[in-house]
Structure formats: structure tokens, C-alpha cells
């Protein structure tokens, strides 16, 4: 968990947001958080998913107090839990909202499952550096910040998502810029063959308010 990791590693300034989804079984009678009582459901390994799933049956109000240990069925990838729903070995997967959005733009899967939205604790993407390393960590920075400020960031997100406006705004504090040869290094490099980024509508899901991504 965050905690643990925390006490091994020091975290870089976070560069992206996103939160748990459900992906249910097209024909599923789940269709919020609260149906998953009893249900078998499928998480990845080293994820947030178990915390957010036992956080969130307050969160959405559900008529009972937790999620019991022996339907949380964890799995070592994506792959491997996706197989498991769709071999009806589980009836719910948690994932990144992100991850669940590629993988139902397949036509061929968009068809088999779906995703319930749920309110959940928003998570934060940072990158791990090991306790003791502050200088490479201060590169680190520097270099998201000198990819901002360059569009690099907005470049990057562009060729994934297909727009330039990213939903989350980095938030650049607890370091300064004192150290100028890592502010130099920092400076990307990045080739200017990039095109203008598509615009492309995307489906609004039921009830979900969080900034829609384009993939």
C-alpha cells in the first residue's frame, strides 16, 4: 500500500489523476457500487483496488459495512483477472477508469462488458525514486516541470488521448529550482514532428462527472 511504499520510497510531483471503475459482464445485474455485496471480484495485485473498494461502501451509502476478504480475489495482471470475468470465475474486475476505457474502445470487448462508475478517492500517478537519491529526484522535477512549461507534457498526452488538455494540472511545490546543472538536463529534447491534436467526441457515462479522457 501507499503507506508502506512511503516508507521506501520518496514520490516525484504527480503528473496524472484517475480513479477505480467496475467492469461487469454486459449482461450483469450490477449496476452500481452497492450490487457487488456477495459478488466475486477481481483486483490486481500491488494495487490501490482492495483499499478504494473497502472505502468506498461508505462512500456510496451501501446498506452494508464492508467488502468480506474472501470475495476480493486478487490476480498477478490485467490480463489474467479479465480472463477470470470472462470465464465467469468472478463477477466484478476493479481497475484504473483509464485502463477500462482502452481496453472497451476494442469493439470486440464493448460488446461483452461494461463499466459502472462508483465514487471513489481520486489517485494520484507519481514516480517512486529510493530514499537517499534527492538530486535524481529533483531531476526528476525538473523534468516534469520543464515538460510542462514546453508543452513536451501536453505533446505526450496528445499522441495517447487524442487532445491537448489534459484533466489534471500539475501542481509544482516543496522545490525550487537551485540547482542548475539538473535544470539543464532537464530540458527536453523532444522532435517537433508532431501534428495537431484530433478532436474526438467520447461517451458520456451515467452519472460520471470526472473529466473525460479521449482514447
Same mark, same amino acid.
Given at each position: 500500500n501507499t503507506e508502506k511504499l512511503s516508507q521506501q520510497l520518496d514520490f516525484? %510531483?504527480? &503528473?496524472? $489523476?484517475?480513479? +477505480?471503475?467496475?467492469l461487469v459482464r454486459q449482461n450483469?445485474?450490477?449496476?452500481?457500487?452497492?450490487?457487488? +455485496?456477495? +459478488?466475486?471480484? *477481481?483486483? %490486481? +495485485?500491488?494495487?490501490?483496488?482492495k483499499d478504494r473498494l473497502q472505502a468506498a461502501v461508505g462512500d456510496n $451509502?451501501?446498506?452494508?459495512?464492508q467488502i468480506l476478504e474472501k470475495h476480493i480475489l486478487p490476480f498477478e495482471t490485467h490480463s489474467s483477472a479479465l480472463e477470470a470475468l470472462r470465464k465467469d470465475k468472478v463477477e466484478v474486475m476493479v481497475a484504473d477508469r483509464i485502463?477500462?476505457?482502452?481496453?472497451? =474502445?476494442?469493439?470486440?470487448?464493448?460488446?461483452?462488458? =461494461?463499466? !459502472?462508475? #462508483?465514487?471513489?478517492? @481520486? @489517485?494520484?500517478y507519481s514516480f517512486g525514486v529510493l530514499k537517499g537519491n534527492e538530486r535524481f529526484l529533483n531531476? !526528476?522535477? &525538473?523534468?516534469l516541470q520543464e515538460m510542462k512549461n514546453d508543452n513536451t507534457y501536453a505533446k505526450i498526452y496528445c499522441k495517447w488521448f487524442q487532445t491537448d488538455k489534459s484533466p489534471y494540472n500539475f501542481q509544482f511545490s516543496g522545490f525550487t529550482e537551485n540547482d542548475p546543472e539538473? !535544470? @539543464?538536463?532537464? =530540458?527536453? =529534447?523532444?522532435?517537433? *514532428? #508532431?501534428?495537431e491534436c484530433p478532436k474526438e467526441d467520447i461517451h458520456q457515462q451515467k452519472n460520471d462527472n470526472y473529466p473525460k479522457y479521449h482514447i
Open positions: 516525484s %510531483v504527480s &503528473y496524472f $489523476q484517475d480513479n +477505480k471503475r467496475l450483469s445485474d450490477i449496476e452500481d457500487f452497492c450490487d457487488i +455485496k456477495g +459478488k466475486r471480484i *477481481a483486483i %490486481v +495485485k500491488g494495487s490501490l483496488a $451509502q451501501c446498506s452494508f459495512t485502463f477500462l476505457e482502452r481496453f472497451l =474502445k476494442d469493439n470486440s470487448f464493448n460488446n461483452l462488458f =461494461k463499466m !459502472v462508475f #462508483f465514487s471513489t478517492e @481520486e @489517485e494520484l531531476l !526528476v522535477n &525538473y523534468t539538473l !535544470v @539543464e538536463m532537464a =530540458k527536453a =529534447k523532444l522532435p517537433s *514532428a #508532431f501534428g
